[in-house]
Every structure is written in structure tokens, then in C-alpha cells.
Nanobody, 115 residues
Framework: QVQLVESGGGLVQAGGSLRLSCSAS????????MGWYRQAPGKQRELVAT???????EYADSVKGRFTISRGNVKNTVYLQMNSLKPEDTAVYYC?????????WGRGTQVTVSS
């Protein structure tokens, strides 16, 4: 069974940094786009960043220049480096991956930025 597991969330002060990781496990024969989304309390889930199998990246305007998405040396891993964090970045961050031509979501990791 294919699973995505996120890690690296936590509490950080404004201006600080965090690095999120997402690892895919199970029988995987195809990995296409992967991405990070977030959902703040009372708000809809929104796109943060995506990366294609060819490492083309896209970012939400709100995180451009502060966040960087990348793939690990092991292709079933994706990272989100978050710098210059702001209180408005507080949310549950979810990893999404197109694996074996199906979309999978992780359970999420909480990121809290204090002012």
C-alpha cells in the first residue's frame, strides 16, 4: 500500500526556518508530480509548491522567495525548506504525490509560527 508520511513540522518564531520532509513508501513504479499544500484553521486547503519529475517547480505567490521545494537523492522523497517564516504561514502542511498514476495525500504536519 502506497503511503506518504510528512515530518519536520513544529513551533518556530517569526523569521525562523523549518524543513519539511515527505517520504513515499510501498510498491511504487511511477513518481510524477509531488507537492506541498497547507490548510489554516477556517480556511480551504491551498497550494504551496509543486515539483515535477523533471524538477520544474511552481510556488504560491505568498511563499515565493522564502520557500524552496526539492527532491531528495532518493526520488520518493520531497522537501520543503521554509525560511523567513511568518505567523500567516501557520497551518497543517500536507504532502501530495502522484504515484503509480494516482494521487495520494499524507496526514499532514503542523507548522506554527509565533509572532
Amino acid at each position: 500500500q502506497v503511503q506518504l508520511v510528512e515530518s519536520g513540522g513544529g513551533l518556530v518564531q517569526a523569521g525562523g526556518s523549518l524543513r519539511l520532509s515527505c517520504s513515499a513508501s510501498g510498491t511504487i513504479f511511477s513518481i510524477n508530480n509531488m507537492g506541498w499544500y497547507r490548510q489554516a484553521p477556517g480556511k480551504q486547503r491551498e497550494l504551496v509548491a509543486t515539483i515535477t519529475s523533471g524538477s520544474y517547480t511552481e510556488y504560491a505567490d505568498s511563499v515565493k522567495g522564502r520557500f524552496t521545494i526539492s527532491r531528495g537523492n532518493v526520488k520518493n522523497t520531497v522537501y520543503l525548506q521554509m525560511n523567513s517564516l511568518k505567523p500567516e504561514d501557520t497551518a497543517v502542511y500536507y504532502c501530495k504525490g502522484n504515484l503509480n498514476y494516482m494521487n495520494y495525500w499524507g496526514r499532514g504536519t503542523q507548522v506554527t509560527v509565533s509572532s
